[in-house]
């Protein structure tokens, strides 16, 4: 069965410094999607990076990047210069053609 | 275009009455799928339809249930309401239902069972 693990329930960074959080994932399927998204205290949920499982090159939007073992089925979250409007939940999210699984999320704090 | 609208926002209800919730996605989207998110399980997901027809479930009981018009519009039906029901209930609509596409998701239906 796919599960993803978040775990980390929590963690807090610094304004402006670097912040990794961690994502592991299990399957036995070889075609497939991983995904982090933000919510945010107002609940809407914003997708913030996707990874395609065929690309071994490591996808970048913005501050955000991640780093995407697919051996070691890991998919982390890094978030560079850290902003007030980064602290929110975040999930990591798997996706084959038929389901969608999260993990339980890890909810970032920033310290001004 | 607007985003995926959820109504009602907030919701109370009583053990083993039935609630209906409502979702009406992007323009153009059709596929809609439902979660469930609690604090402890967080986003679970419960089924998707496409074109009217449910193409993926998730584990859930059969009180739940969904339904997705012509238009795309989807509806969520819960029946015999428990207390573990209290959730907030996310709807998500993608454009063409692959894999890959952004999922877009509303701002949610907060349930409340007493």
């Known amino acids: 069965a796919q599960t993803v693990t978040q775990s980390q329930p929590e963690m807090s960074v610094q304004e402006a410094e670097t912040v990794t959080l961690s994502c592991t994932y299990d399957?036995?399927?070889?075609?497939?999607?991983l995904f982090w998204y933000k919510q945010p205290p107002s609940r809407q949920m914003i997708l913030v990076i996707r990874?395609?499982?065929?690309?071994?090159q490591n996808a970048t939007e913005n501050r955000f990047s991640v780093n995407f073992q697919k051996a070691a089925k890991s998919f982390s979250l890094k978030i560079s210069d850290s902003q007030l409007g980064d602290a929110a939940m975040y999930f990591c999210?798997?996706?084959?053609?038929?389901?969608?699984?999260f993990g339980t999320g890890t909810s970032l704090t920033v310290i001004p | 275009k607007a985003g995926v609208t959820q109504t009602p926002r907030y919701l109370i209800k009583t053990r083993g009455q039935q609630v209906t919730l409502s979702c009406s996605p992007i323009?153009?989207?059709?596929?809609v799928s439902w979660y469930q998110q609690t604090p402890g399980q967080g986003l679970q997901f419960l089924f998707e339809?496409?074109?009217?027809?449910?193409?993926n479930k998730g584990n859930f009981p059969g009180r739940f249930s969904g339904r997705q018009f012509s238009n795309s519009r989807s509806e969520m039906n819960v029946s015999t309401l428990e207390l573990g029901d209290s959730a907030l209930y996310l709807c998500?609509?993608?454009?063409?239902?692959?894999?890959?596409?952004?999922?877009?998701f509303g701002p949610g239906t907060r349930l409340t069972v007493t």
């Open positions: 990874q395609e499982a065929y690309k071994q």
């Open positions: 339809y496409f074109s009217e027809t449910q193409r």
């Open positions: 399957t036995s399927e070889s075609d497939y999607y």
């Open positions: 998500a609509s993608r454009e063409m239902g692959l894999a890959g596409d952004e999922q877009y």
């Open positions: 323009s153009g989207h059709r596929s």
């Open positions: 999210a798997y996706r084959s053609q038929s389901q969608f699984y």
